[in-house]
Structure formats: structure tokens, C-alpha cells
């Protein structure tokens, strides 16, 4: 594992310095195929999508949309395109440059929300949500998974709701954690991390936080404590969870 680490280093310099990516990927799929694939249940595919999502800084192509599959016995599959039915949106490539809000939206659709490619207001807001997480015992990646869902890094957003700025939140719960500017950001990843560090101490688990988070902690108390059937937090929830599985990685 410490040979593939390093190839995707080098692969990712060769990449900064303007080598064609295309090549380099597929010669390192061959080198390292047999290595990965005698470890893993990855398909060919698979492992393809694996080194793009590592490698990416990101590395999404216009028309490079990610789609996964999971068989019944829990392995994942993944395709540059639906395959079939059973084959369901994963991560979207698309230029994701949000629109300055949400205004207009008859609700968020977070199935067209995607990883930005544009990291320079990821960048900006990096040491904030650090801080904030610090101090309410929050993985950083953690963070950065619910604004990419919630705002794509565009504080001052606005959903048809009426939820603001960065962390999306409503007016009753900005005023809740003393928040005086829902569009400043220190504010509003301040007070969305006390939020989310408020459900994970009631909920004791990621998903059921997300759901709180995205739908009211009623919503989630109604439902047995279970995420709500409702197709918009379900969506949100599988998506924030693949966002921080990105970024734990990629950060």
C-alpha cells in the first residue's frame, strides 16, 4: 500500500507539472492493478474511479459524472455512466459554481450538488471551520461535507426556505446559537458546528445528525429515530456521507 501512496504522489506532481494526465493514469492502472485488485473486490472500473477521486484536485472532467452500484453482498461498483437501473448518481462533474443563492428554488436538489472544483473559497474558509471544529470535537472534513451540501462555499446563499449563509441556517436556529449575521461566515460555521456537535450528542450517529440537520430534530424523534422518508434527506444524508468520505481523504 505504501508503493501505490507513493505512485499517486508522483502521478499527482507529474499532473501539476502539465503531464497528460490520461496517459499517466492508465499506465498507472497497469502497474498497480494487480496489486489493488488481489486486495480488494474492486472491478477494473472500480479501481479506475478510486485513483480519479484520490487524485482529484480536483480531476473531474466535464462529462465525467460518477455513478455506484452495491451488490447484495455490499460490494461497490463504479461507472463513468449508468450502466443500468441499479447503478444510482454518486458525485456530479459538472462546473458546480453555485448560483450566488438559492433564491427562486422550489427546493435544493442536492442530487446536482458536487464537489467543487474551484477550491479557492475552500481554501479561504479552511482555517474557520479548522477552528470550529477544534472546538466542538468535530473531524474538519466533517464540516466541509455539510457546507458543500448546504452552500457549495457560498456564504451568502439563501434557500426558498428562507435557511442562510454558509451552514444554511434557519433564522429560529442562527438565533438559537447567538447569531447575529447568518451571512458571516465565522458566524454561521461557528454556530452550524455547535449545531451539528448539539444532534451528534442526542442522535449518537452521523446520518441521524444529518437528518436532524436537514429536516428538524422532530422530524427525526417522529420516525423512531430513523432517518425521515422523505426523498430530500435521504438524498442529503448519502450525499454529506460521501462528501466526508471525500474529504477525509482529500483535504
Not at 461507472?79 to 438559492?102: I, M
Not at 433564491?103 to 474557520?128: G, M, V
Amino acid at each position: 500500500m505504501l508503493k501505490v501512496l507513493r505512485t499517486i504522489f508522483r502521478v499527482r506532481l507529474k499532473h501539476q507539472s502539465g503531464v497528460d494526465l490520461g496517459t499517466t493514469l492508465t499506465a498507472m492502472l497497469h502497474s498497480l492493478a494487480p496489486c489493488l485488485l488481489e486486495r480488494s473486490s474492486l472491478t477494473l472500473r472500480s479501481l479506475l474511479c478510486f485513483l480519479t477521486l484520490i487524485m482529484s484536485g480536483l480531476v473531474f472532467t466535464a462529462n465525467a459524472d460518477i455513478y455506484m452500484y452495491t451488490d447484495k453482498n455490499g460490494n461497490k461498483f463504479f461507472s463513468e455512466r449508468k450502466e443500468n437501473k441499479n447503478y444510482k448518481l454518486l458525485l456530479r462533474s459538472d462546473s458546480n459554481r453555485a448560483p450566488p443563492s438559492f433564491k427562486n428554488w422550489k427546493a435544493k436538489s442536492y442530487t446536482n450538488i458536487a464537489i467543487p472544483r474551484n477550491t479557492t473559497l475552500q481554501r479561504k474558509y479552511h482555517p474557520i471551520i479548522v477552528n470550529a471544529a477544534n472546538k466542538h470535537q468535530l473531524d474538519p472534513a466533517f464540516l466541509h461535507a455539510v457546507i458543500t451540501a448546504e452552500s457549495a462555499y457560498q456564504r451568502k446563499a439563501i434557500s426558498s426556505a428562507g435557511a442562510q449563509g454558509l451552514m444554511q441556517l434557519m433564522p429560529e436556529t442562527a438565533k438559537r446559537f447567538g447569531v447575529n449575521d447568518p451571512f458571516d461566515p465565522t458566524q454561521s460555521i461557528f454556530a452550524g458546528a455547535l449545531y451539528l456537535k448539539t444532534l451528534l450528542k442526542e442522535f449518537r450517529s452521523k446520518d441521524l445528525a444529518l437528518a436532524a440537520y436537514n429536516a428538524g430534530e422532530g422530524a427525526v424523534r417522529r420516525y423512531k429515530r430513523q432517518i425521515p422518508p422523505y426523498p430530500e434527506t435521504q438524498q442529503y444524508v448519502s450525499k454529506v456521507l460521501t462528501f466526508y468520505q471525500y474529504y477525509k481523504h482529500n483535504l
